[in-house]
């Protein structure tokens, strides 16, 4: 027992640091539901607002008084710097601050871990705020600054070249669209109307071939029905078949004849075999022929 109470517990510390960073962890998860929710209600709200945007800033751009202001006033050059440099102050400011505040405060952090064991831990959220204010400013001040600058340059160079940019806007738009008529509409109208000539070739090729069909079959039907032609077909069918009969016969006979007389030539060194064959080979020829 006395050996027990006598044990040291070690990193007794760290284990106490951890433990808010467990509750913490266990509440982050629990409410993972209403984290999810609020990023579904983040990304539709920007999405929403991203897609209306186009619109919004076209109706702004098109906005009779922005163009009457824009006419009265004498010095454009500066009021588009002064607007341009209004807004990427804005942009580049806030994208400053987020660096910085990020940076700043994973730079306190780190440098309040050193003394955290001499301020039990206090030190180190104390490092992470000094270091994000520090950071927010330092961005920010580098941000809008740069952001300032750099857009009002850009803003009174082109509203000093306003005439030169708006001309050559126009130029491209009007080659794209030349460019868009020559590889797009073109090619499409082109396919189209020789899809509509096949379909229309074919149709027609159709109703010739049925027109021929029919003026072939009542021909057909016609030079049947003749009784010249039927006398003639029936003539010519009794002729050919007793003229054929007779001219078989005759063939027959002769080529059996010839056949025979050819087969006795080699008879003798055949054993008399070539009589038989010379006979059939010559009745068969005279049979086709006659």
Request: hydrophobic share 45%; proline share 3%.
């Amino acid at each position: 027992a006395s050996a027990g109470h006598g044990q040291v517990k070690m990193f007794s510390f760290f284990e106490e640091l951890a433990e808010p960073v467990k509750k913490l962890g266990h509440t982050a998860w629990d409410s993972r539901g209403k984290l999810v929710r609020d990023i579904k209600t983040y990304v539709l709200f920007v999405g929403g607002t991203a897609y209306s945007m186009p619109g919004r800033a076209a109706r702004v751009v098109n906005n009779p008084k922005l163009h009457a202001l824009l006419e009265e006033e004498e010095d454009p050059e500066a009021l588009a710097a002064v607007i341009l440099g209004l807004g990427g102050a804005l942009c580049v400011g806030s994208a400053g601050a987020i660096v910085g505040v990020a940076t700043g405060g994973t730079l306190g952090t780190v440098v309040g871990t050193v003394p955290a064991l001499f301020t039990f831990g206090l030190s180190i959220p104390t490092g992470a705020v000094i270091g994000a204010v520090g950071g927010i400013s330092l961005g920010a001040a580098a941000g809008g600054t740069g952001g300032f600058m750099g857009a009002a340059i850009s803003g009174s160079a082109m509203a000093y070249y306003r005439r030169e940019l708006r001309y050559g806007a126009v130029y491209t738009v009007s080659r794209l669209s030349d460019i868009h008529h020559v590889l797009v509409v073109r090619p499409v109208s082109a396919v189209r109307l020789t899809t509509r000539r096949l379909c229309t070739t074919v149709h027609d090729s159709a109703d010739y071939t049925k027109a021929k069909a029919k003026s072939v079959g009542a021909t057909v039907r016609d030079i049947a029905s003749n009784s010249c032609i039927q006398a003639t077909a029936v003539g010519a069918g009794v002729g050919a078949a007793t003229l054929g009969t007779a001219g078989a016969t005759c063939g027959v006979l002769a080529g059996g004849a010839v056949g025979v007389a050819v087969g006795l030539v080699p008879a003798l060194f055949t054993f008399g075999l070539s009589i038989p064959i010379g006979a059939l080979v010559g009745s068969g020829t005279g049979l086709c022929i006659g």
